[in-house]
């Protein structure tokens, strides 16, 4: 069973996010990281850029496939988690301690499920 904190939002493309002071910390969630298995690479963007919502943020390469981050929300790249960049495992380890990137958001047009509505887009 995939853990699946209440203070996050949750995307149907098993991303989760949380928005604190206008800045959102992006990461896949736990269901995301037990489906790719083995993560080995993260190609991140750039810092400065900008993402709209919706729009392929990074992807995650595993041993098993390549799958693309989307953005949950509008705005600039103002962080990237630099520690999994060499130990990309770390995903695995704890997908929610170890977020890809921090967003500034451009507006307030982001929505996500609740933990308990994920839990049940999920089956769980």
């Known amino acids: 069973m995939s853990r699946v904190p209440d203070n996050l939002y949750y995307t149907k493309s098993h991303e989760w996010f949380l928005i604190e002071n206008g800045v959102a910390t992006v990461g896949i ?12 690479y993260v190609d991140f963007p750039k810092n400065g850029e900008h993402k709209n919502k919706g ?15 989307y953005s949950p929300v509008t705005g600039e790249i103002i962080e990237i988690n630099r ?42």
């Open 29 to 40: 969630t736990d269901y995301a990281q037990h489906q790719l298995t083995d993560i080995v």
């Open 83 to 124: 520690d999994l960049e060499s130990k990309p495992e770390l995903i695995n380890e704890d997908p929610y301690k170890n977020w890809l990137v921090k967003i500034r958001l451009s507006n307030d047009n982001f929505d996500g499920m609740s933990g308990e509505e994920y839990k049940k887009y999920i089956g769980e």
């Open 55 to 69: 729009e392929t943020l990074l992807t995650i390469e595993s041993v098993k496939s390549a799958e693309d981050v």
